[in-house]
T-cell receptor, first 116, second 118 residues
Framework: DSGVTQTPKHLITATGQRVTLRCSPR?????VYWYQQSLDQGLQFLIQ???????AKGNILERFSAQQFPDLHSELNLSSLELGDSALYFC???????????????FGEGSRLTVL | AQKITQTQPGMFVQEKEAVTLDCTYD???????LFWYKQPSSGEMIFLIY??????QNATEGRYSLNFQKARKSANLVISASQLGDSAMYFC???????????????FGKGTHLIIQP
């Protein structure tokens, strides 16, 4: 158990719909990352938040947005869903120490999204 | 250009043999971190080992060791005495220092699917 909690574990929805994925980081971790894993693209970094503020942005589509709340949990919102958005979405957290490169990411079990 | 390259999409290895999973990386930074993760069929991502670019010794964690060759920009994972439970996807990843001087997230390679045969 990594200590990172993601809900829901599975989600099936239709094209054009909107979903929200939720993540609770490990206790004490200020940084939250979102990754998308699909068969053809591998693990793609979407976005990172640190203590409530956006820290880094990766290959995140404009239809997707995220936020981190004061209690440090994070939500990833996916809208106008397309078939190609079907993927496993991971949340990860870490203790980010300024200038430190060590410190692994702890991953949740993922939310598997299927768009029909 | 790919920052992390894993050239072996899949590997079959006999149980109890040692395994080397290849990883090369591309960065112009002097300071960076390299990670390996395991993803079994159940889907979770499990951290295995970390190597800092300034670490003089190769990292080891139990049966896992990292063969770090800085000049070649390679960070191969070595699994000694492989077990059936080692069958999984293995991902190499890198962390670089961001423009603000802090540490960024991880960039992953596409992975190697390792299958251990009895």
């Amino acid at each position: 158990d990594s200590g990172v909690t993601q809900t829901p574990k599975h989600l099936i929805t239709a094209t054009g719909q909107r979903v929200t994925l939720r993540c609770s980081p490990r206790s004490g971790d200020l940084s939250v990352y979102w990754y998308q894993q699909s068969l053809d693209q591998g693990l793609q970094f979407l976005i990172q938040y640190y203590n409530g503020e956006e820290r880094a942005k990766g290959n995140i589509l404009e239809r997707f947005s995220a936020q981190q709340f004061p209690d440090l949990h994070s939500e990833l919102n996916l809208s106008s869903l397309e078939l190609g958005d079907s993927a496993l979405y991971f949340c990860a957290s870490s203790v980010v120490v300024s200038g430190s490169l060590a410190g692994e990411l702890f991953f949740g079990e993922g939310s598997r999204l299927t768009v029909l | 250009a790919q920052k992390i390259t894993q050239t072996q999409p899949g590997m079959f290895v006999q149980e109890k043999e040692a395994v080397t999973l290849d990883c090369t990386y591309d960065t112009s930074d002097q300071s960076y971190g390299l990670f390996w993760y395991k993803q079994p069929s159940s889907g979770e991502m499990i951290f295995l080992i970390y190597q800092g670019s300034y670490d003089e010794q190769n990292a080891t964690e139990g049966r896992y060791s990292l063969n770090f060759q800085k000049a070649r920009k390679s960070a191969n994972l070595v699994i000694s005495a492989s077990q059936l439970g080692d069958s999984a996807m293995y991902f190499c990843a890198m962390r670089e220092v961001d423009s603000g001087g802090g540490a960024d997230g991880l960039t992953f390679g596409k992975g190697t699917h390792l299958i251990i045969q009895p």
